[in-house]
């Protein structure tokens, strides 16, 4: 298994670690599981996916991830950051701002998963999601 999604019910937040090279279906998979997960928080949940270590295998593999994006923004998100290193492909980071915009949302990105808690609990402005 190339992924593992945790949902932290205190922090609202969703952790998505994406890693290796992962097929269609693997990618579907972790898709629903995400959504699974994503439905345990409140409206205004957050996510934080690493992608430092991620592969896909082909442009057929990204189709569950733009459904599951598209999903989660129904569901209500709030920020979305995303976690890169020097490794990640730019081709990689780029597909996933171009899909999170085109179901209606934009995100940010940090270079380890600690520095993306700090970007979103800095952030929050008390009594908004």
Do not use: C
Not at 62 to 88: C, H
């Amino acid at each position: 298994m190339a992924y593992e999604i945790e949902a932290d019910a205190l922090a609202n937040r969703l952790y998505i670690d994406l890693s290796g090279r992962m097929d269609a279906e693997e990618i579907d998979e972790a898709a629903d599981v995400t959504l699974e997960k994503a439905k345990t928080l409140d409206e205004g949940f957050d996510i934080v996916t690493d992608l430092s270590g991620f592969k896909p295998s082909s442009p057929e593999a990204a189709k569950p991830i733009e459904r599951a994006q598209a999903t989660l923004e129904e569901m209500g998100i709030d920020r979305v950051v995303w976690v890169t290193d020097a490794e990640t492909s730019q081709v990689v980071v780029n597909a996933f701002e171009r899909r999170s915009r085109d179901v209606g949302y934009s995100g940010e990105t940090a270079d380890s998963v600690d520095d993306a808690d700090r970007l979103l609990d800095e952030h929050e402005i008390t009594g908004y999601a």
